[in-house]
Structures are given as C-alpha cells and as structure tokens.
C-alpha cells in the first residue's frame, strides 16, 4: 500500500458545510495526488501536488482546494459542499522522486453529501 | 482531446483466458499501466509497459501495445475467480504523471 492512509474513511455530510479529507503517506514522497471515482468515468484528477507548497489543479478542480504544508500530508477541501461531490476520493503517491515514476493509491474515502 | 475508452464488461469462464482491450489518444505517454480494482477496495497496480515496448509479460499478465492504433490490451491466462473485479487502464501524457483513466471493464468469472 506504499504507507497510504486517508482519513476519514467514509463521511456523510450536508450540502454547504465544508468537508477536508486527509492523505497521510509515512515515506517521504514527492508527488502526491487526488482523484475522484464515479461509475462511468474511472478516476479523475482533481488536484496534485509536486513538493510542499507546490500544487496545480486537475481535470476536476472546480468546487476543491488543495494544501501541502508538510511531506507527508495533502489536504483536499470541500469549501461548500454539494450533491454532486458525492463520490469516491482517491490518493495517490508516485513511487519514486520522478514524476514518471509508478502511482500507488490509497484506500480511498466514500463521501456523501446529502 | 485526452480519452481512454474501454468495453464496460467481459464474462469469462473459470480457466480460460481474458482478454481486455483499451484504446488510448495521446501518443506522447511515456508508460501505459494497468491497475486492478476489487469490490470496495483501492486501485492496485498490476502492470505497465514502457511505450517503445510491443509486449511485455508477467506470469499470467502479458499486455500488448499497438502504438500505430493506439490500442493496449490485458491479456489475463488461466482466469481464476480471484482474478473477478474492475480492470482500468491509464495513460500519463504530459508532465507531473497525470494519470488518464478509462472507465474502467468489469470483468466476471464463472465456473
């Protein structure tokens, strides 16, 4: 699992209130990164992350922020969250320093949003 | 514009082989990958192929690339009930490893 952990592991919230999930990774990786899993679409970048401080926004950015403060931690914020954020969220790392290296994902985490 | 496309679902029987199939847009994808997806679980990574490779195998796993056609496939030999679950490929055009996901084909294993 490459040391991947996202908290919380499901979540079941109301449209307007903000929601942040957590990626934690325990091995020093670079990049890191935030994909969104709904039927029909595979998995869809959201956001990502090249180093601390260091990020760019996805195929699916809109209604989402992003904030890395430390290695080891990548935050993904749901500033009001809506009906159509209901998914699945996936982490990602890279399994090396180079950004063609191999991704390893999380557990993912099941948010809903009444 | 960037699309992977892949079939939805394959049914197999118990011992034979699977074939999954993919085609791909961005000619410009350094790897290919394969990742494996069962039931309420994470994305596991089964393979993947450097692009100026026509073939590549691993134990019951050979993938395929025709680059001509943009086209990858999952060969999956002596399909088991284990092997039941969701198959996406990937390509990552472009910088950072931004992964291009298909939609992903369910594939169902029966005696």
């Known amino acids: 699992d490459a040391g991947i952990t996202q908290s919380p592991r499901h979540k079941v919230t109301e449209t307007g209130t903000p929601v942040t999930l957590r990626c934690h990774q325990t091995e020093n990786h670079r990049y890191m990164y935030w994909y969104r899993q709904d039927p029909g679409h595979g998995l869809r970048l959201i956001h990502y992350?090249?180093?601390?401080?260091?990020?760019d926004k996805g195929e699916v950015s809109d209604g989402y922020s992003v904030s890395r403060s430390k290695t080891e931690d990548f935050l993904l914020t749901l500033e009001s969250a809506t009906s159509s954020q209901t998914s699945v969220y996936f982490c990602?790392?890279?399994?090396?320093?180079?950004?063609?290296?191999?991704?390893?994902f999380g557990p993912g985490t099941r948010l809903t949003v009444l | 514009g960037e699309d992977v496309e892949q079939s939805l679902f394959l049914s197999v029987r118990e011992g034979d082989s699977s074939v999954i199939n993919c085609t791909y847009t961005?000619?410009?994808?350094?790897?290919l990958y394969w990742y494996k997806q069962e039931p309420g679980a994470g994305l596991q990574l089964l393979t993947y192929?450097?692009?100026?490779?026509d073939m590549k195998q691993d134990q019951r796993l050979t993938v395929l690339l025709n680059k001509k056609d943009k086209h990858l496939s999952l060969r999956i030999a002596d399909t088991q009930t284990g092997d039941s679950a969701i198959y996406f490929c990937a390509e990552a055009p472009g910088g950072y490893n931004k992964l291009i996901f298909g939609a992903g084909t369910r594939l169902a294993v029966h005696p």
């Open positions: 992350s090249y180093g601390v401080k260091d990020t």
């Open positions: 192929i450097f692009s100026n490779m």
């Open positions: 990602a790392i890279n399994s090396g320093r180079s950004s063609t290296d191999t991704q390893y």
């Open positions: 961005d000619s410009s994808s350094t790897y």
